[in-house]
């Protein structure tokens, strides 16, 4: 009775041979969790060539697709004929009597790149075999897990540079099917791709904000976010995503490579911006990190003792200490008595300790001078030469307990 039902029932699957430049899919993957916040691997498949691509996501949000497509458009070099993908809200938003109703923005996106999106049959993974293959390649390589032993990703740049380092090595090697490279073929399906269009489909991706020429940070809502300092006098496109206490402010800029999201901030309030400090390029030091810089000869000589000669100079000046000029030409005639080096250790000292008069840089080089040397006991306030009664602690013990004669005649 089995092998009777299965003969009529059986689903039959006849080969698909794909012409070049027709047909590009797209699904999601689960990606790895960072900082505690879950990602999204977007993955797409050039059904002809093979060419994979695989970009990491913060959601799946219509702005973030839109930026996937746009970016993986790019990186083809050109624009298919037809896209097929699942359901999802940002595609279908319902089914009436079994016919899918397209995303009124979808539609807009589709036309401004004049391409034709299609989709599988609800709950019918075999409709799209391509990407949900390259799906599960993807989450092998890239989450981490206990049978791959990656290591958890420090960054959400990490993870965008381990799925640029993927992309890279499946691309480049032959495929299992055709027996060349998918970059190799890549070439020839590029010839049958339509052109991409110059500017992006950037309706989706908020407002417009010009970022100021000399602080990182854009207004939006009576709120001020940080962006990196890379795109100063640029032009950023700003929206919010979420509700309530999960709310967030989402910055894109786009490229020569599309739209890239450039930051992500929770929602600011007025007289409180929201700053990230990997944004920003190192500080010069500032006022209260001055560092002593020589603006004559006397002054040069007295710095190029050392570390201490300017830890001294800046405890002096900030203690008010007065004569510090002749001060520092003693401590330079001392230098050509005793060794420069102790000089500048001395110096130190006196910093440390706010010694800063007259005969205290004499007095501390003194004292380092006659100072014990290393092994040698004195008797002071503090400890005595008598020797102690440890060893009164072996009494009665066996002189070899071991019985090795060799160890007793020694």
Known sequence: MKKSYRAGNVRVHRP????????????????????????????????????????????????????????????????????????????????????????????????????????????????????????????????????????????????????????????????????????????????????VPALPHTVAFGTTRVVPANTPMV?????????????????????????????????????????????????????????NDDHFPPQPPGALERRPRAKSAAESEFLDLGEGAALWLVEAAAAGITKMRVKMAEALALAKLFDPVEVDWALGHAAVHSRFAEADLASILDHHATRPAAGEHRAGEQSSLTQGTAAWARLGQPVNPSGNDEEADE
Not at 223 to 246: C, D, F, M, N
């Open 219 to 275: 207004m939006f809502e009576s709120g001020q976010y940080s962006v990196p300092h890379q795109l100063l006098g640029e032009t950023v496109w700003v929206r919010t995503q979420g509700v309530g206490e999960a709310e967030q402010v989402v910055i894109v800029h786009v490229g020569d490579d599309g739209p890239v999201e450039m930051a992500r901030h929770a929602r600011a309030t007025p007289g409180s911006p929201k700053i």
């Open 16 to 195: 698909w041979v794909t012409e070049p430049g027709m047909w590009l899919q797209y699904d999601y993957g689960d990606g790895p969790r960072i900082d505690g916040i879950k990602t999204v691997l977007f993955v797409a498949w050039l059904a002809w060539s093979r060419f994979r691509v695989v970009i990491a996501l913060r959601d799946k949000t219509m702005p973030s697709v839109f930026a996937a497509l746009d970016q993986t458009f790019r990186r083809l070099g050109g624009v298919p004929t037809y896209v097929l993908t699942d359901n999802e809200k940002t595609v279908t938003t319902e089914h009436i009597a079994g016919i899918a109703v397209r995303n009124g923005q979808l539609v807009g996106f589709a036309e401004h790149y004049s391409v034709v999106v299609h989709t599988c049959v609800p709950v019918d993974p075999a409709s799209k075999g391509g990407t949900e293959a390259s799906v599960k390649i993807s989450k092998a390589d890239l989450v981490p897990k206990d049978t791959n032993l990656l290591e958890e990703y420090a960054s959400f740049a990490d993870l965008e540079q381990a799925c640029a380092a993927f992309c890279e090595k499946v691309n480049t090697r032959p495929h299992r099917t055709t027996k060349r490279p998918p970059v190799e073929m890549l070439a020839e399906e590029r010839l049958r791709l339509h052109p």
